[in-house]
């Protein structure tokens, strides 16, 4: 079964940037697109990246998203952290049967 | 501007069943896949199945925790899609959000509570 795997935890200070990685278990993580999704408590998820690196219009630029096939992984980046930043992030992809996975979500700090 | 409203959530006993609805505005509701994610209290997304177009014979998938229980199925003409939810265990209790891409962008609702507790 496909999976995504991501990093529990991340942190970093305001200004700085961080880089959360996605990394798929098998097969090309570029055959199928991947998204990003921000996550603050209590509230539903929206989608700060989708089809690999296209930002919603609303989401600021300091987010970016991309793909590394050499490592099978996608990466969300966010840049002049803010401590509004500090959240969850769950990438999300597809299998070969077009059922959605999602990565374990990784929370974000910003201190 | 595009709105998902999940709604019948509530508390159920272990065995029992639920319907739960997610209706769509703002969009052409026919168009593309609605998937349904649930959350449990701490703990991360999981994907629980999808219904496709009507392009693609409404086809569903489910996740392996869910199959032969859970049923997904769309009514176009109401711009709605429900989860129906039976022999629900104790493990299902869990925010449930609906979720669907518009021109690739994913939509989410707000999510309605199963609790499954007797």
């Known amino acids: 079964n496909f999976m995504l795997t991501q990093p529990h935890s991340v942190s970093e200070s305001p200004g700085k940037t961080v880089t959360i990685s996605c990394t798929g278990s098998s097969g090309s993580i570029a055959s199928n697109y991947v998204q990003w999704y921000q996550q603050r408590p209590g509230s539903a998820p929206t989608t700060v990246i989708y089809e690999d690196n296209q930002r919603p219009s609303g989401v600021p630029d300091r987010f970016s998203g991309s793909i590394d096939s050499s490592s099978n992984s996608a990466s969300l980046t966010i840049s002049g952290l803010k401590t509004e930043d500090e959240a969850d992030y769950y990438c999300?992809?597809?299998?070969?049967?077009?059922?959605?996975?999602f990565g374990g979500g990784t929370k974000l700090t910003v201190l | 501007e595009v709105q998902l409203v999940e709604s019948g959530g509530g508390l159920v006993q272990p065995g029992g069943s639920l319907k739960l609805s997610c209706a769509a505005s703002?969009?052409?509701?026919?168009?593309?896949?609605m998937h349904w994610v649930r959350q449990a209290s701490g703990k991360g997304l999981e994907w629980v199945g999808r219904?496709?177009?009507?392009?693609?014979?409404?086809?569903?998938a489910y996740a392996a925790s869910v199959k032969g229980r859970f049923t997904i199925s769309r009514d176009d003409s109401k711009n709605t899609a429900y989860l129906q939810m039976n022999s629900l265990k104790t493990e299902d209790t869990a925010v449930y959000y609906c979720t669907k891409a518009v021109a690739g962008i994913y939509y989410w609702g707000q999510g309605t509570l199963v609790t499954v507790s007797s």
């Open positions: 999300q992809s597809y299998d070969s049967s077009y059922s959605a996975v």
């Open positions: 703002g969009f052409t509701f026919s168009g593309s896949a």
């Open positions: 219904i496709r177009s009507k392009a693609n014979s409404y086809a569903t």
